[in-house]
């Protein structure tokens, strides 16, 4: 199986600041990554997926990067509703697997 | 719109089963790969079947292959998980969802039900 290892585990930052999350696939997975938000309580929400592109109606500060083994993923002029946990997702081969979350709290 | 409403969660000894339906509308059902993730309670996502369009081919996930079995009923818009020999670790939310890309397999997961709970304990 593919391991995503997801980095920080938890973050906390302004209203305004840029944010980064990273992830590592355990081999090549050439860009085939996901990015989701879930706010507490609430089903995941797909935000970037190919490693870069941006999902219909998701806000453009939100972004993707990467390919290969590692992965990033940003978020610019944090807003108060980009509170929750962000995971990556890799497509590359069965079994699809997740990485283990990005608590993002707002200071 | 598309709507996935989740349902059949409930209180399961060890041992037991369990069948979860998902209704499905707003979009064409039968041409998209259809999937259950499931989120253990404080813990992150598990990707656990899929099945795709046409409902002749079937994925799993290791933790659950030979106990659960995924289907579809196109004509009812309707996704199954049957779930048996459960597991105490087997309790989670579990979520229906949708695949956008048209491939047999899932590559991601562009609508999502509100989830339904599977507790697994004596």
């Known amino acids: 199986d593919i391991q995503m290892t997801q980095s920080p585990s938890s973050l906390s930052a302004s209203f305004g600041d840029r944010v980064t999350i990273t992830c590592q696939a355990s081999q090549d997975i050439m860009h085939y990554i996901n990015w989701y938000q879930q706010k507490p309580g609430r089903a995941p929400k797909l935000l970037i997926y190919?490693?870069?592109d941006l999902e219909k109606g998701v806000p453009s500060r939100f972004s993707g990067s990467g390919s290969g083994t590692d992965f990033t993923f940003t978020i610019n002029n944090l807003q108060s509703e980009d509170l929750g946990t962000y995971y990556c997702?890799?497509?590359?081969?069965?079994?699809?697997?997740f990485g283990g979350g990005t608590k993002v709290e707002i200071k | 719109e598309v709507q996935l409403l989740e349902s059949g969660g409930d209180l399961q000894q060890p041992g037991g089963s369990l069948r979860l339906s998902c209704a499905a509308s707003g979009f064409p059902f039968s041409t998209f790969a259809m999937s259950w993730v499931r989120q253990a309670p404080g813990k992150g996502l598990e990707w656990v079947a899929s099945?795709?369009?046409?409902?002749?081919?079937?994925y799993y996930a290791e933790s659950v292959r030979g106990r659960f079995s995924i289907s579809r009923d196109n004509s009812k818009n309707t996704l199954t998980l049957q779930m048996s020999r459960l597991r105490p670790e087997d309790t989670a939310v579990y979520y229906c969802a949708k695949d956008p890309t048209k491939n047999p397999r899932p590559f991601r997961f562009d609508s999502w039900g509100q989830g339904t709970l599977v507790t697994v304990s004596s």
């Open positions: 099945v795709n369009g046409n409902g002749q081919h079937t």
């Open positions: 997702q890799q497509y590359h081969h069965l079994p699809l697997t």
């Open positions: 190919d490693a870069s």
